[in-house]
Antibody, heavy 120, light 106 residues
Framework: QLQESGRGLVKASETLSLTCTVS??????????WVWIRQPPGKGLEWIGS???????HYNASLESRVSMSVDTSKNQFSLKLTSVTAADTAVYYC??????????????WGQGTKVTVSS | DIQMTQSPSTLSASVGDRVTITCRAS??????LAWYQQKPGKAPKLLIY???ILESGVPSRFSGSGVDTEFALTISSLQPDDFATYYC?????????FGQGTNVEI
């Protein structure tokens, strides 16, 4: 299971910080990629980035200058930081797992999502 | 970046109908495509990956097809539990992107 946590209200220009806790298995089991996705109110899904269990990262080019992700294997957690937030970053943020299945990486386990609102 | 375009955006259907949602990629992705179902207030759920492989526990009325840039999700006989929003998603070179979603409504 995955569970997101973090502040639900962030002021504009500040940094959004979220953590996803993995329970029921080791964060490195099945060589996973850990992924963050967001969904603005009433809109579709946007991939933010991914972090491999060993720490290597890949980010959405549109957010790359503001995003960082990391893994803490000792706590079975991975995290997201998004700097200089604006109202456009208001969304439900999901963490998810991707493991290799027949050569691709579908998102097979998702957290319940956490709503983050950016206030002015 | 690879853009994914779904059609239609909204689909009105009845229980028992056969429905098909299409998804087009802006460049070839071979068969590196997945489909998700999302209900209001819930996280998306993986239905199909590698274009046509059903995730464990997904009913057999769901099926997927396609290759390169043209893909489809078909529900053979729509059930009450299937009214939801469906997203296609491509994966290529450590990058994921989603279609804009198709809302299947009564």
């Amino acid at each position: 299971q995955l569970q997101e946590s973090g502040r639900g209200l962030v002021k504009a220009s500040e940094t959004l910080s979220l953590t996803c806790t993995v329970s029921g298995a080791s964060i490195s089991a099945n060589n996973p990629y850990w992924v963050w996705i967001r969904q603005p109110p009433g809109k579709g899904l946007e991939w933010i980035g991914s972090v491999y269990y060993s720490g290597s990262t890949h980010y959405n080019a549109s957010l790359e200058s503001r995003v960082s992700m990391s893994v803490d294997t000792s706590k079975n957690q991975f995290s997201l930081k998004l700097t200089s937030v604006t109202a456009a970053d208001t969304a439900v943020y999901y963490c998810a797992r991707a493991i290799r299945k027949l050569g691709m990486l579908p998102l097979d386990i998702w957290g319940q999502g956490t709503k983050v609102t950016v206030s002015s | 970046d690879i853009q994914m375009t779904q059609s239609p955006s909204t689909l009105s259907a009845s229980v028992g109908d056969r429905v098909t949602i299409t998804c087009r990629a802006s460049q070839s992705i071979s068969t590196s495509l997945a489909w998700y179902q999302q209900k209001p207030g819930k996280a998306p759920k993986l239905l199909i990956y590698r274009t046509s492989i059903l995730e464990s526990g997904v009913p057999s009325r769901f099926s997927g097809s396609g290759v390169d840039t043209e893909f489809a999700l078909t529900i053979s006989s729509l059930q009450p539990d299937d009214f939801a929003t469906y997203y296609c998603q491509q994966y290529l070179d450590y990058s994921w992107s989603f279609g804009q979603g198709t809302n299947v409504e009564i």
